[in-house]
């Protein structure tokens, strides 16, 4: 099949996803409801603290909410783009749900991609509750964009999805190796909240291994300090230095790992 | 005396079934140290910025963080309302029913199984590291009313737990609900942000809620801005709260239909 029917494919499986979702709106329902209450508590946090400081390790209120925003938006997109990354080893190795994928005539990372991306619909809810975040916070600090800001803003939001989606994703794939990595998520899980804040927050060996260790300053916080005129450009270029590595060492581990793979036959 | 003996065989099966989850211990252990880390970040930020905010310190908040992390692992049950709803929508929950124990008495034993094991695996690990961040040891009669007031903030925890997955006996299902409890608790309990750091009118909302029940009184007792009074109060929380679930209980089970098969 040629590459141009590849976006069609996408999203007759988005559609399907849909269409089943659709059967059970009220879950739909109670999912946006509990990211809305989940970033409120993130908000509730932040205004409580602010009612006794003026500013948080150098950031106002409205730069600190404008960074929370962004961390929501960039995490939403990643629940909605990536959610399979969490049951992979679960859901396509342990139960083979690979072999189905295997025989069909289209490459094996675009049907996984396909049959996840639905799953997570409601963090487009995240995603435009955060995009509020950030509208609310850049009227607080009176943040005027020139259009180059926000082109670059965006691009630097992309990155952040990008390397989330990375690192989940190789986590993912040592499940060919390890059988169960399933919960490696989790400790992955809470070390993102820590990207939520300011990074001048933390220490300097934090700050230092958030950098070149485990890249979740390019999450929320470079793009941000970036248009909020805080931080020098090429941050977001070594960010996207990040991304194509992370995704350079998670193809390699998917071509090793399908070559690993053995069905069960039965 | 029937309910004790029982009680304690089911808390025997309990123990062994939880200790087959040992790496979520472990996971649980790592998630309670990397909370304090980001906490402990924050706070130091903010109390640098304004060393006695809210009239506290950094000693008092750098306790106060870890003994949220203790508490949480020492009273927190296991996700009973999931499990209740999924038990009653399905049916399965017919195997308790029918079996001759009060269906309470096997989820307090559920709960105290899977708090036995973080005592040693979780607890004592925090305190450890508490101690070495400087954490200020209470006098024995406040860690004494600390220790009084856990037994209540499990029983408060775990009754609002299963008045939750009772609710579907009503509802189609209790996720939102759940979520809804996660939001209130989190922030009225204390959790998030010392009740003391709250606008007036928020603080007066939580002190009549029974969520400070479970975080916010026994660290008041151990750090020592609470008396035995309070202790009297999640008691009575406690009691209500217990009583209300079971009454919940008896009018699900006059609800509830399922087919024998």
Known sequence: MSIRRYPAFYFAFLGKTLKSRAADPGDFWVEVLSVALYQGLGIAFLSVVFGHVTELAGWSFGEVLFIFGAFQVVTSLFYLFFPWTLWFSDHYLVRRALDVILVRPMPPFLQVMAEGTGAGLSELTGVVLGAGIIAFASQTIAWRPTATDLALFIVALFCGVLILGGMFTSLAMLGFWAKATSSAATPLMEILEFAQYPLTVYPSWLRWAFTFFLPLGFVAFVPSAMVLGRGARAWVGFGWLWAVGIWAFAVLLWRRGLRRYESAGS | ?261
Request: glycine letters at 6%.
């Open chain 2, 1 to 261: 005396m029937i309910a004790l003996r029982q009680c304690r065989a089911i808390l025997a099966i309990q123990l062994r079934v939880a200790l087959s989850f040992r790496t979520d211990l472990v996971l649980q252990l790592i998630r309670s140290l990397l909370s304090i880390v980001v906490y402990y970040c924050l706070w130091r930020a903010v109390f640098a910025a304004h060393p006695q905010a809210g009239g506290l310190d950094f000693t008092f908040m750098v306790a106060y963080i870890v003994l949220v992390q203790v508490v949480h692992n020492l009273t927190r049950p296991p996700d009973l309302a999931r499990e209740l709803a999924q038990g009653i929508q399905e049916g399965g929950i017919v195997v308790h029913l029918v079996r001759p124990y009060a269906l309470h008495l096997y989820f307090l034993a559920e709960t105290l199984g899977a708090v036995a094991w973080r005592v040693v695996w979780v607890a004592l690990p925090l305190f450890l590291v508490a101690l070495a961040l400087g954490f200020p040891l209470a006098s024995a009669a406040q860690v004494g009313l600390f220790l009084a007031s856990l037994p209540f903030a499990l029983v408060t925890n775990l009754s609002i737990e299963m008045t939750l997955g009772l609710a579907v006996a009503w509802l189609r299902q209790n996720e939102g609900l759940i979520q809804f409890r996660n939001f209130l608790q989190s922030f009225f309990s204390g959790a998030l942000v010392p009740l003391a750091l709250f606008p007036p009118p928020l603080s007066a909302l939580a002190r009549w809620l029974p969520f400070r029940s479970t975080v916010d009184v026994p660290l008041g007792l151990y750090l020592g801005y609470l008396g035995p009074e309070s202790l009297m109060i999640q008691a009575s929380w406690a009691l209500g709260l217990w009583l209300f679930s079971l009454y919940l209980l008896v009018r699900a089970r006059k609800q509830l239909t399922i087919l024998g098969g």
